[in-house]
């Protein structure tokens, strides 16, 4: 007797279209957790930013851009929590020694956080990975000298940044880090370095400074501030926009802005 396959295959199609096999939901990949938790962060939903990464971790605890992003987005709470912050940071560091991403983000919050020598040596082991990071430089530059009273290192590395980026500011602390030094002579090339960019509100700051014989009074390791004890310290109106815009440079290029659409890998 011939058996015929259209026997059982139509049955069994009715029985499919009656009854469907039930679905099981595919586990998502590392990366694939990993990209919902960057959109979910970006778009400021950070609860859900911290579940999604923390998915990540427990499917490979030793993913170093899971624990930068945990860094980055406590640091982007409401209220920061920067000590959170720079553990994550560290952590990821740790896991991954050359993870340049997540050295600058370490720097970043430890200069948030006042501590200015960490900071440093964060920014300096993110340019010994990669030497041509002229943010890195003007970061590491404005902590020399706002965080540590180190005029000699700050004026090198701001002449760095200046070799490779267009960007006024860079006149300005150079301009601070010579009246540090007490060479008034430079900080007049410095004013007028900044007027010819256009910039007379942080030219005649400088120039009245050295008309006024302000003198620096602080001493090497400690933040920058003047003899003056009515003034407390140099973060003046010009540094003060640099700091809350994450020392954003005139131009509109970044500086060590944070931001968390940016690279995260």
């Known amino acids: 007797m011939t058996i015929s396959w259209r026997c059982f295959i139509a049955p069994i199609a009715l029985l499919l279209l009656t009854f469907p096999p039930p679905s099981f939901a595919v586990p998502m990949s590392r990366e694939q ?18 579940e999604l990464f923390q998915k990540v971790i427990d499917l490979d605890p030793k993913f170093a851009p899971a624990y930068n992003g945990l860094g980055l987005v406590h640091q982007s709470f409401e209220e920061g929590d920067l000590n959170e912050a720079i553990r994550y940071f560290r952590m990821a560091t740790e896991l991954a020694p050359d993870y340049v ?3 600058n983000n370490l720097g970043r ?5 006042g501590r200015f020598v960490d900071a440093e040596k964060a920014f300096l082991k993110s340019l010994e990975i990669r030497p041509d990071q002229d943010d890195v430089q003007l970061a590491l530059a404005w902590d020399y000298l706002l965080g540590q009273s180190r005029p000699d290192e700050s004026i090198l590395f701001f002449q760095k940044a200046l070799s490779s980026r267009t960007d ?12 540090l030094k007490g060479d008034r002579f430079k900080v007049l090339d410095a004013v007028t370095q900044l007027r010819r960019a256009g910039q007379e509100a942080p030219a005649s700051k400088l120039e009245t ?4 014989n302000v ?10 501030v003047t003899g003056d004890p009515a003034q407390s310290s140099l973060f003046d109106e010009q540094l003060k926009a640099l700091e809350q815009g994450g020392f954003r440079s005139e131009g ?14």
């Open 209 to 212: 400074m050295v008309r006024e």
């Open 101 to 103: 991403e997540s050295w």
């Open 33 to 50: 957790l990993f990209q919902l938790a960057t959109v979910a962060a970006g778009d400021g939903e950070f609860d859900r930013a911290v």
């Open 168 to 179: 006024p500011m860079i006149h300005y602390g150079m301009g601070l880090a010579q009246l």
């Open 252 to 265: 509109g290029r970044e500086g060590i802005k944070v931001r968390l659409k940016g690279p995260l890998l």
């Open 109 to 113: 919050a430890c200069y948030a956080r």
């Open 215 to 224: 003198r620096l009074t602080s001493k090497p390791g400690t933040p920058l």
